[in-house]
């Protein structure tokens, strides 16, 4: 069937995201999670309504953690991800002594990784998804897979996260995210 192709260019991981970008937009915001909608909740966003609480979804929460390249359990990292790959080594100290999965994680580093988790945007109009797939620019063949995408009003356009071989992860690498189910 038709393939959609979008071309995003690779970020470098220190772009201004939300944290400091939101910050920025609403210097005195505050964010919170509740992580069930209850009775309370629903006191709670009564009681803050003259104040300018109110509710926002899931989609308002994946578009903050996608500008704020947050990986999310399920998509950006599970079991078949390792935290090297996933750019998030810093949390493990290696050096604290032996855990579960340590010596796997210190082979890992000492021989390198072979694909990396990386934060794009798109060039253009579009939105990736989870599940579409990567290749560079010019070639069909398929090099990883867009764990999380969508779009990102704080940073302007559409940003999104994928697996790609480690020669393809340096800033500013042109790469092409592509859908079979549109056209």
Not at 83 to 112: C, I
Not at 130 to 157: F, I, K, L, R, Y
Request: overall charge positive; aromatic content about 6%; proline content about 6%.
């Amino acid at each position: 069937g038709p393939i959609l192709t979008r071309h995003v260019v690779v970020g470098t991981g220190r772009e201004p995201y939300v944290p400091q970008a939101f910050a920025k937009v609403y210097p005195s915001a505050r964010v919170f999670h509740l992580n069930r909608y209850n009775t309370q909740s629903r006191a709670l966003i009564e009681a803050g309504e003259g104040q300018g609480l109110m509710p926002i979804g899931l989609g308002a929460r994946d578009t903050l953690r996608l500008e704020a390249r947050m990986a999310l359990y399920g998509n950006d990292i599970d079991e078949t991800t390792t935290v090297v790959e996933a750019g998030l080594g810093w949390v493990v100290k290696l050096k604290a002594g032996p855990f579960v999965g340590s010596e796997a994680l210190a082979a890992q580093k000492a021989a390198g990784i072979q694909r990396k988790l990386v934060g794009f945007k798109i060039v253009g109009k579009g939105t990736a998804r989870h599940g579409w797939t990567v290749t560079a620019p010019d070639s069909d063949e398929v090099v990883g897979n867009v764990t999380s995408g969508g779009p990102a009003p704080t940073v302007g356009g559409s940003v999104g996260m994928a697996y790609v071989p480690k020669p393809m992860s340096k800033a500013g690498t042109a790469i092409a995210v592509r859908s079979k189910h549109k056209t």
